[in-house]
């Protein structure tokens, strides 16, 4: 079935964004005044939408330069050190000792893109730096399992023995070789873990977690650099600056891993006010706070929320605004997927909230063109805050496989009412609508001007996908198409 509700486009504004309707029993009623910790106050309308600050943040193409540069830099830092290469043995240890620099390199590169550093979420958004970071940790890895073969096969030839009386001697008689021995083993036991199949097998938390022994495999890893490296023997100038790498790095995330999150806590006072039922297994959690407005969060971005429960305090989620941030509430809505998206429903009014955030470069890009949102069930979340607060005509396609699954059906069409915007809800299975509901022909009949507007997607990464792929059929620059996972 396909149920579409068009909304004709009257010239005229929505009221400021609120919370319509969507008032958890502990709050007061729509006419009470707004005060602290109040999910009902009017922040933002449409066309007030902050603009996306250019400021402050950088481009893929930036941070690729930068981190090639590095590169080379490591580069003739080894050339440098280098005594020269004679022979094979020193051809294959020089191409070992290369490796190895740029395994500690790549390292600290992959650590930073995990720091959260503003300009990095904001500019480049964090679904894309993780994927990055899933990439570089294959690279990284690779360099390190090949560093460890060069440099036994190459001191072998030099040495004229065999591989594993060399293996035998790096261990037992080079400083810090075993220590950085057992650091390479945590690395491959992590890379394993992380990749597609066996992290499919393991719970997030687990996978998480154990991530975190990559921390102690850098630590492991770092003295065999200046103890063996012939690149830092003599260099005091290169140990410096590789130090100066290593602690920079240890900084940004002690600082914005740890120390902001934890002054936002206090500064902030997040806590649950409330939460309310949206539809079978969603639930919306509003999260009040002091001066929320000075978290400079933007419709589309989320949180990391850490719930301060006996079960739910050790772990933290990203869930996406559903609606555009107050001065003094946020609202979350999430589809109970698992242990802690479940456990959600059951929080009471008043649990404190550690948030880490905002993050993320879902955010308005262009303001004044046109803009298509689409979403795919729970994917509607961030979308959701970005209708009602984008200004310029918008066109919200919202896809779900039943009518049941379709959350916030009475506010959306208020906003489409309220701003004159349209609504189409395209609900039904394949099989049901007889073929590709979002296909590029439909997706152009439903959005007249498609190739010429900002297309947001959000969904299922199935869906997301698929639908990236079409609207690309249909004419929409790779530039204009935005689009957010909901995995990490
Ligand atoms: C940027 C972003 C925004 C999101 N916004 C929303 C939202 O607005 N509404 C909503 O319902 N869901 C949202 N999600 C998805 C939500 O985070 C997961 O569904 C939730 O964390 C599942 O946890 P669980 O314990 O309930 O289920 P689990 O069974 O533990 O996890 C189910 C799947 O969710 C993913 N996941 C679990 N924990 C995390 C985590 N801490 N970080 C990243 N991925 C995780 C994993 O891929 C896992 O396979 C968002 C995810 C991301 C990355």
Same mark, same amino acid.
């Given at each position: 079935m396909t149920n579409v509700a068009r909304r004709p486009a009257p010239a005229r504004h929505a009221g400021a964004e609120a919370y319509p309707g969507r008032r958890p029993p502990s709050a007061p009623p729509p006419s009470a005044p707004p005060r602290s910790g109040s999910p009902g106050s009017p922040r933002v309308t449409p066309g007030t939408v902050r603009p996306r600050k250019e400021s402050g943040q950088v481009s893929a193409q930036v941070v690729l330069a930068v981190v090639i540069l590095g590169a080379v830099v490591v580069l003739a830092l080894w050339w440098h050190g280098s005594p020269g290469v004679r022979g094979l043995g020193g051809w294959l240890t020089g191409a070992g000792e290369i490796l190895g620099l740029m395994a500690g390199y790549g390292v600290v590169v992959l650590v930073a893109l995990m720091a959260r550093l503003p300009p990095l979420e904001r500019g480049l958004g964090t679904d894309q730096l993780a994927r990055w970071h899933a990439m570089g940790g294959r690279y990284v890895v690779s360099l390190v399992c090949a560093h460890a073969l060069l440099i036994i096969w190459g001191y072998a030839v030099q040495a004229h023995t065999g591989v594993v009386s060399e293996s035998a001697a790096l261990l037992t008689e080079y400083p810090d070789v075993l220590m950085a021995t057992v650091a390479g083993f945590l690395l491959l036991g992590v890379g394993i873990i992380s990749m597609r199949a066996a992290r499919r097998r393991v719970r997030y938390e687990t996978w998480y977690y154990l991530h975190l022994y990559t921390y102690l495999a850098i630590a492991l890893a770092f003295s065999h650099q200046f103890a063996d490296g012939t690149t830092f023997l003599s260099n005091l100038a290169a140990r410096f600056w590789w130090s100066a790498m290593y602690l920079t790095v240890a900084v940004l995330i002690a600082w914005y891993r740890f120390a902001v999150p934890l002054r936002s806590f206090a500064r902030h006072s997040f806590h649950v006010i409330g939460v309310k039922q949206e539809g079978p297994g969603v639930v919306s959690v509003y999260i009040g706070g002091d001066r929320l407005d000075e978290l400079g969060a933007e419709p589309g971005q989320f949180f990391r929320w850490r719930f301060l429960t006996s079960s739910m305090w050790w772990s933290s989620h990203p869930y996406s605004l559903s609606a555009a941030p107050g001065q003094d509430v946020l609202r979350i809505t999430a589809k109970d997927l698992g242990d802690h998206s479940a456990a959600l429903a059951q929080l009471r009014p008043g649990t404190r909230v550690f948030a880490e955030g905002p993050? !993320?470069?879902f955010r308005a890009s262009r303001p004044g063109r046109g803009v298509v949102l689409l979403a795919g069930g729970v994917g509607i979340t961030p979308l959701r805050a970005l209708f009602a607060t984008l200004p310029g005509p918008v066109t919200l396609i919202y896809r779900a496989s039943?009518? &049941?699954?379709?959350?916030f059906r009475e506010e959306l069409d208020a906003i489409a009412a309220a701003r004159g915007a349209v609504v189409h809800y395209?609900? !039904? &299975?394949r099989a049901e609508m007889g073929g590709d509901p979002l296909s590029p022909r439909v997706l152009r009949s439903l959005a007249p001007g498609l190739d010429a507007q900002d297309v947001y997607v959000c969904g299922p990464p199935g869906m997301t996908s698929a639908a990236v792929k079409a609207l690309r059929a249909a004419g929409v620059p790779k530039r204009s198409i935005h689009h957010e996972s909901f995995e990490l």
């Amino acid at each position: 079935m396909t149920n579409v509700a068009r909304r004709p486009a009257p010239a005229r504004h929505a009221g400021a964004e609120a919370y319509p309707g969507r008032r958890p029993p502990s709050a007061p009623p729509p006419s009470a005044p707004p005060r602290s910790g109040s999910p009902g106050s009017p922040r933002v309308t449409p066309g007030t939408v902050r603009p996306r600050k250019e400021s402050g943040q950088v481009s893929a193409q930036v941070v690729l330069a930068v981190v090639i540069l590095g590169a080379v830099v490591v580069l003739a830092l080894w050339w440098h050190g280098s005594p020269g290469v004679r022979g094979l043995g020193g051809w294959l240890t020089g191409a070992g000792e290369i490796l190895g620099l740029m395994a500690g390199y790549g390292v600290v590169v992959l650590v930073a893109l995990m720091a959260r550093l503003p300009p990095l979420e904001r500019g480049l958004g964090t679904d894309q730096l993780a994927r990055w970071h899933a990439m570089g940790g294959r690279y990284v890895v690779s360099l390190v399992c090949a560093h460890a073969l060069l440099i036994i096969w190459g001191y072998a030839v030099q040495a004229h023995t065999g591989v594993v009386s060399e293996s035998a001697a790096l261990l037992t008689e080079y400083p810090d070789v075993l220590m950085a021995t057992v650091a390479g083993f945590l690395l491959l036991g992590v890379g394993i873990i992380s990749m597609r199949a066996a992290r499919r097998r393991v719970r997030y938390e687990t996978w998480y977690y154990l991530h975190l022994y990559t921390y102690l495999a850098i630590a492991l890893a770092f003295s065999h650099q200046f103890a063996d490296g012939t690149t830092f023997l003599s260099n005091l100038a290169a140990r410096f600056w590789w130090s100066a790498m290593y602690l920079t790095v240890a900084v940004l995330i002690a600082w914005y891993r740890f120390a902001v999150p934890l002054r936002s806590f206090a500064r902030h006072s997040f806590h649950v006010i409330g939460v309310k039922q949206e539809g079978p297994g969603v639930v919306s959690v509003y999260i009040g706070g002091d001066r929320l407005d000075e978290l400079g969060a933007e419709p589309g971005q989320f949180f990391r929320w850490r719930f301060l429960t006996s079960s739910m305090w050790w772990s933290s989620h990203p869930y996406s605004l559903s609606a555009a941030p107050g001065q003094d509430v946020l609202r979350i809505t999430a589809k109970d997927l698992g242990d802690h998206s479940a456990a959600l429903a059951q929080l009471r009014p008043g649990t404190r909230v550690f948030a880490e955030g905002p993050y !993320g470069a879902f955010r308005a890009s262009r303001p004044g063109r046109g803009v298509v949102l689409l979403a795919g069930g729970v994917g509607i979340t961030p979308l959701r805050a970005l209708f009602a607060t984008l200004p310029g005509p918008v066109t919200l396609i919202y896809r779900a496989s039943n009518a &049941s699954d379709v959350v916030f059906r009475e506010e959306l069409d208020a906003i489409a009412a309220a701003r004159g915007a349209v609504v189409h809800y395209v609900i !039904g &299975s394949r099989a049901e609508m007889g073929g590709d509901p979002l296909s590029p022909r439909v997706l152009r009949s439903l959005a007249p001007g498609l190739d010429a507007q900002d297309v947001y997607v959000c969904g299922p990464p199935g869906m997301t996908s698929a639908a990236v792929k079409a609207l690309r059929a249909a004419g929409v620059p790779k530039r204009s198409i935005h689009h957010e996972s909901f995995e990490l």
